[in-house]
């Protein structure tokens, strides 16, 4: 499922589409809450290696409270549109791919965890699998095909829409 694209507020005051603000890389949005809280020394050392943007979604009131530290952190008032989505949703806490498409949807205390998963799912962690079908040395392996959403992934991307 690919994430909206909101208009958001900057700290300086611009009104700016958030995918101008966050550029195209990875991003950990958090709703709420500062996201560079979130995580441990190798979580964050993860997301560096990811090039991922530290992104703080707030009411656009509260641009300026606990602003973070971090230098890859970007503050973003919401105009209504943010606020809306997240309240459908029991998660506040979404890390996405370069094309926006969700990679993880979690809650704050598991936000560590995700990260590991992505990393591991991307191949930058190095207890990640070389392979999901290994091969005997000197064979080459074709990749499983794709199997068909269930009528319950259907669904559930649906509701999430």
């Known amino acids: 499922m690919q994430f909206i694209q909101p208009t958001v507020v900057t700290v300086d005051g611009e009104e700016k589409l958030l995918d101008d603000v966050i550029g195209y890389r990875w991003a950990v949005l958090h709703w709420g809450g500062n996201p560079e809280t979130l995580f441990t020394p190798t979580q964050r050392d993860d997301l560096r290696r990811l090039g991922a943007a530290l992104v703080s979604l707030r009411p ?44 993880a949807a979690t809650v704050p205390q598991l936000a560590g965890r995700a990260v590991e998963a992505v990393a591991r799912a991307v191949a930058l962690r190095a207890d990640a699998p070389v392979s999901a079908f290994p091969s005997t040395p ?10 068909a959403p269930s009528p319950a992934s259907v669904a559930r991307e649906k509701e999430w829409a």
């Open 60 to 103: 656009a009131v509260q641009c300026h409270r606990d602003e973070p530290q971090d230098p890859d952190a970007v503050v973003v008032g919401d105009l209504g549109r943010l606020k809306a989505w997240f309240d459908e949703r029991p998660v506040s806490v979404l890390i996405v791919r370069p094309d926006r498409f969700i990679a």
């Open 138 to 147: 000197g064979t080459a392996t074709a990749p499983a095909p794709a199997a």
